[in-house]
């Protein structure tokens, strides 16, 4: 019969065993991601409202996007919209984010920032188009950003698969309406400032999200 300091050894090395195993099977779903493209030309619905449209970036791949004027011009590109049969929900969410190029970076307001949006339920929404709204905006905090480094903007946990970007966790948590674990993701984007210099252009180059289950890298050409 085990002693109660054998016991405790054994159930420590089962709870290890069961820590690296989850840890195995979480490295080989995010080191495969789906990997698809979202071909500009095709793509008027993901940038939507912005202004100016973005063109294709020729020497880097992605989409870039230029502002021409002083006021309210930016990019908004919505790279993931609820699947009703196969719904998703913030909670299930471990990331999503988007690497991109500042060719032109002059400030905070240059650098792009993301957003959740979850479905509309009918009461209490924040909005007509969503219940509520949680956006993710970086913090230096003394570190320095150089104009055409490409990096990693990121919430929650860093995607694995993308290790060689220098990566910034988007700290600063701005929520709209409730914000509740449980609902739906209905939306998931990426903005730029409408604050931002004029000239200040932006390479949008991938964008991706990762749940429970599957990680999703898609391409921006």
Request: hydrophobic fraction near 40%.
């Amino acid at each position: 019969m085990a002693t109660v300091s054998e016991k405790i050894h054994l159930r420590n090395q089962y709870n290890h065993n069961v820590r690296l195993n989850n840890n195995v099977k979480e490295l080989a779903l995010e080191s495969e991601p789906i990997q698809i493209k979202l071909v500009l030309s095709e793509s008027a619905a993901v940038y939507a409202d912005t202004l100016p449209i973005p063109v294709a970036n020729l020497s880097r791949s992605g989409w870039k996007w230029t502002k021409s004027s002083a006021g309210v011009e930016k990019f908004n590109y919505y790279f993931y919209s609820n699947q009703a049969n196969n719904p998703m929900t913030v909670v299930e969410l471990k990331t999503f984010w988007a690497c991109v190029s500042i060719n032109t970076f002059t400030d905070i307001k240059s650098v792009p920032f993301l957003v959740l949006y979850t479905a509309p339920t009918g009461i209490n929404d924040a909005a007509f188009w969503y219940h509520s709204k949680i956006a993710y905006a970086i913090e230096l905090s003394g570190q320095h950003l150089y104009s055409g480094e490409k990096i990693l903007i990121y919430t929650g946990k860093r995607p694995i698969y993308l290790d060689k970007l220098r990566a910034f966790k988007l700290t600063n948590i701005i929520k709209t309406g409730e914000a509740n674990p449980n609902e739906v993701v209905n939306l998931l984007s990426v903005h730029s400032d409408s604050g931002s210099a004029v000239d200040c252009q932006i390479v949008t180059h991938q964008v991706g999200w990762t749940n429970s289950q599957v990680a999703m890298n898609i391409a921006m050409v």
